[in-house]
């Protein structure tokens, strides 16, 4: 769909529902509808009268309640309360409640509709209404139950709990179930509030109806405090959710690491080379990090030892998998920044005496060789002085690159267990030695081994298709993401480059041998770009995301806007939930950008993360290469 038709689009929807919405305002005041509801309200009215005006109106009066009960949730300014009275006390408790409900449930339907249409447009309509904290509330991990206790509330209109409902990205029956569920509790007292008034008499009928006006009141004028409180729990929902170390659970450990090494192997060799046994318990094993699955092979020679692997806080967001990772013994890690609860558990697994896993370079390879570590994680294993085993995995990267579509058969894949060092050693050595120690036994070169091996040969028809969201200049013309590829061809946009990539990733029709020269070329050919202009920025419109906190994605859309990355760091000036903000990372905070190859490039703020989707998702591995080189 073009941007233009979708606009055109966007247009007919709006004006379809001005049309109904104009068309129900007319119905309400048409005929004797607005007379009887006059005459519904008039104070000095007798039961008896009351009953024959809604007896005038007929079938009409249910669809008026219910036409008034749909637009109370859609204009977020009415209140719902006074509404739910007048049904009780004109219809009974179970009519009442069932013609508001009815007209409830269409009301948050069209919310939902609205936001799929128009998204988070919507959003300074609705939030701003409340003192609410709707970005924290969506990672919790108790969300139906603060949807239901917002509902609850006499402060908040529906149709602010149903748009922040919709922003969490889940599906339509589940939306639709948590928001009528939610207004029940307080559907029930209000009808029945009216019921119980009209079954005494109108007096009192007017007076719960005016004590009612006095509550809402109220609870406006102190909602900041009742909202402090609301943001309180939420805030403490958030913390206890996704944050500890993982209950390990052995059958599920076992399951679903056997079921997807099992699935590797029926293409890749796969060879486990075990020197030690059973680990020396408390212990750090650290591995090498070239191919999403390290964690299969290393984990399938420790799995005995129950090891606690550290995982990327983003893999936390997806409802199912977090419930996976958490039962493998795992916890969550803000990346490449400083994370002080990851800290913690770290110590916690140390001091539980527990085999602590991770792979210390925090990011897959990008050409399938080894990108170096963090000084913080040497300082911290020298703190806990354990025994340091290393595994170290040759052939994963090329198995299953970080920018490939899948696994390649025919590939081999090798890993080895061994121990690096004592307690007594760590103990004796400082962080400086530790780091050479451990630089030195898991150092890799994909390229180097693949030679050692000329009996690998890589079965796959699309070998070269994602090789330029890393590679992305041209050799020939020197244009930046103009490469595109298809099967085993990389052709250049600009210029009549073609190149191809064989069985064994070799390169023909250009000057390099390999795809990790043709990378290593670029990022000189950047250096050279950044030391010849002393005023060097990239920069880019982009679409930001935030972790989802729960549900089927793992980001949720927050705005768009410019990201600029400088010798004083990274800005994004733009749209944050709705609001207009200017986020800046000094370079003392960016070890590197974090980047998906194609998909966006990222960096952690304590707990949330900056997801920037870039114009041309090939740049984002420009990046990746820029972070690093103005880290130098």
Known sequence: MTASSGKKKKLFALLGFILVFIGLIIFLFSGENFNVLKEIFRADATKQEVQESIGKLGIRAYIVVFILSMLQVIL?????EPLHVIAGISFGLWKGMAVCLAGIAVGNTIIYILYKIFGTKLTDYFASNVDFDFERAKKSNKIALIVIILYCLPAIPYGIICFFAATLGMSFPKYFLI???????????????GHITMSTSWAVSIAVFIVIIVLLILMYRYKAKIFEKVNAYVKKSQEKAKNKVGHYNPFVFNVA???????????????????????????????????????????????????HYIVARLYFQNKKLAWLIDRTGAFPKSLLSTDVENSKNCMKVIAGGEVLAMMPEARLSTVGKFEGIQEATYKFVKKMSVPIYTIKINGAYLANPKWGNGLRKGANVEAELNLLLSAENVAE?????LKTKIETALDYNEWEWLEKHPEVRFKHKTIAEGLENILCICPKCGKKHSLKTSKNQITCEAC??????????????VQFKTIAEWYDWQTNEIRKEIKNNKNYALSDKVELRHLSGGGKRLTNFAGNGTCTLDKNGLTYKGIDGGEEVEKFFPQEVIYRLLFGAGENFEIYDGKEIYYFVPTDKRSCVEWYIVSGLLKE
Not at 76 to 80: G, I, L, N, Q, Y
Not at 429 to 433: A, C, F, Q, R, T
Request: aromatic share 8%; hydrophobic share 40%; proline share 6%.
């Open 429 to 433: 050595m400082s962080p400086e030695e």
């Open 76 to 80: 977020t300014f009415v209140p719902a």
């Open 496 to 509: 009549d480059l073609n190149v191809s990539v064989d069985d064994r990733y070799g390169l023909s029709g």
């Open 179 to 193: 928001t009528a569920i939610g207004s029940i509790p307080s559907l029930v007292l209000d009808v029945g509030l």
């Open 257 to 307: 690491g056997n079921l997807i090494y099992w699935n590797i192997k029926r293409k890749v060799k796969v060879k486990l080379k075990n020197n030690v046994g059973r680990l020396q318990k408390p212990c750090i094993v650290l591995c090498n990090h070239g191919s999403f699955y390290d964690f299969i092979y290393s984990g399938k020679m420790i799995m005995k030892d129950k090891p």
